[in-house]
């Protein structure tokens, strides 16, 4: 059974443009959530994180949003930049859990320039 | 970002031989990773660490065993391996769960470079 789902295993934006990447989780105990980005051949590489107890965390040009009654959250990337072209890794974790992180699946972000 | 690395960086095996992956972090966490990465499945937690001599089965832990004698290091061995152990496979750390690292959210874990394992 997966506690997190990325749905989407591709997204393809303009450069300039906003990326949406989108993430839904199953397990209400979940209290943190944790966006990691990965290009090929290293290791994935944290980007942005947001606690069960806010709606919102910006760091530059990433926003990422929690929607605790739908279970969603979403990562926005404005304004895209070739260079944002990876793998994106949605996560989450429960407190008390030994800092287990349960991982998506990935979804692979494409910035055309 | 921690100090983590991993050995060998490139592995070539044959079925039913033995294999040990190593994980060596200098910044003292007390929490260490063992995860695989295989296409269609995102990262999968195989064993962890929370402490020396402490540790616990993951998501995928059939047929691979850890060992951790030092806080620094953290094995992986897959006792005799076989073609579906051929993956990525990445270690990561972390500090406890309510200290903050650098400012960031406290269950960040740093991920190392990752070891790519074929078993022919």
């Known amino acids: 059974d997966q506690q997190v789902k990325q749905n989407s295993p591709s997204l393809s934006v303009q450069e300039g443009r906003i990326s949406i990447l989108n993430c839904d989780y199953t397990?209400?105990?979940?209290?943190?959530f944790l966006w990691y980005k990965k290009y090929p051949a290293e290791g994935p590489t944290f980007l942005i994180s947001?606690?069960?107890?806010?709606d919102k965390n910006e760091d530059g040009r990433f926003t990422v949003f929690l929607n605790k009654s739908a279970k969603h959250l979403s990562l926005h990337i404005v304004p895209s930049q070739p260079g944002d072209s990876a793998v994106y890794f949605c996560?989450?974790?429960?407190?008390?859990?030994?800092?287990?992180?349960?991982f998506g699946k990935g979804t692979k972000l494409t910035v055309n320039p | 970002d921690a100090g983590i690395t991993q050995s060998p960086r490139h592995k070539v095996t044959e079925t039913g031989t033995p294999v040990t992956l190593r994980c060596h972090q200098t910044?003292?966490?007390?929490?260490m990773y063992w995860y695989r990465q295989d296409p269609g499945h995102g990262l999968r937690l195989i064993h962890y660490?929370?402490?020396?001599?402490?540790?616990d089965k993951g998501e995928v832990s059939d047929g691979y065993s850890v060992s951790r004698s030092k806080t620094e290091d953290f094995l992986l061995t897959l006792e005799s391996a076989t073609s579906s152990q051929t993956s990525v496979y990445f270690c990561?750390?972390?500090?406890?769960?309510?200290?903050?690292?650098?400012?960031?959210?406290?269950?960040?874990?740093?991920f190392g470079p990752g070891t790519r394992l074929t078993v022919l």
């Open positions: 990561a750390s972390s500090t406890s769960g309510r200290a903050s690292h650098a400012g960031r959210g406290f269950r960040e874990q740093f």
């Open positions: 397990n209400s105990m979940f209290d943190y």
């Open positions: 947001i606690s069960s107890i806010k």
């Open positions: 996560a989450a974790s429960v407190q008390g859990g030994s800092e287990k992180l349960v």
């Open positions: 910044e003292n966490h007390r929490y």
């Open positions: 660490s929370y402490g020396v001599k402490d540790t």
